[in-house]
């Protein structure tokens, strides 16, 4: 009698290694350099006094700019890719695609690109997210198809670039160029 083997089980008879879901390793690869980030985010937090429910602009402001030299300290040779890797950026791209060549994505362009900065943005690793720039709001299609975050960050957009924004720190952590067409 013949009998079928899945190629993942006959590749382990065999002693190869079973084949991986590339998306599912780049997404555990991500999710690993989001959490390490996290952790040194919530590390450095802690030294800082807390701020109070009921606090003015000018002392969040202060606080933020007190976290945001912190993480730049301890993350000074942080560099671009080092959260979205080239893998992830190119699996971003590709999940974005769909939305955006989509029948909904001319209008969820302009949505995006509606109140953006009209002037040159040099997008630097580590760098303040430019206080000229409105924060922009990210579609519910695009969050629908991208990782979910911890609260410590969130996706934003600059032009057609994706970024990971650290919210306490008003901080660019990494970021995905032309994140779209």
Known sequence: MLRVVAPAVLALAI???A???TNAAILADFTKRVDQYVAQHKKLESTLPNLKDQTTPELMDRHQRAMEQLIRAARKDAKHG???TPAMQKLVRDL????FSGPEGVQIKSEILDNEYKGNVKLVVNGRYPDEIPISTVPPQVLAQLPKLPEDLEYRF???H???LDSHAHLIADYVPQAFK
């Not at 974005?96 to 939305?99: G, K, T, V």
């Open 158 to 160: 600059v032009q057609r």
């Open 96 to 99: 974005l695609r769909p939305i």
């Open 162 to 164: 994706l970024i990971l």
């Open 15 to 17: 002693g190869q290694q």
């Open 19 to 21: 084949p991986v879901n």
């Open 82 to 84: 080092d959260i979205f």
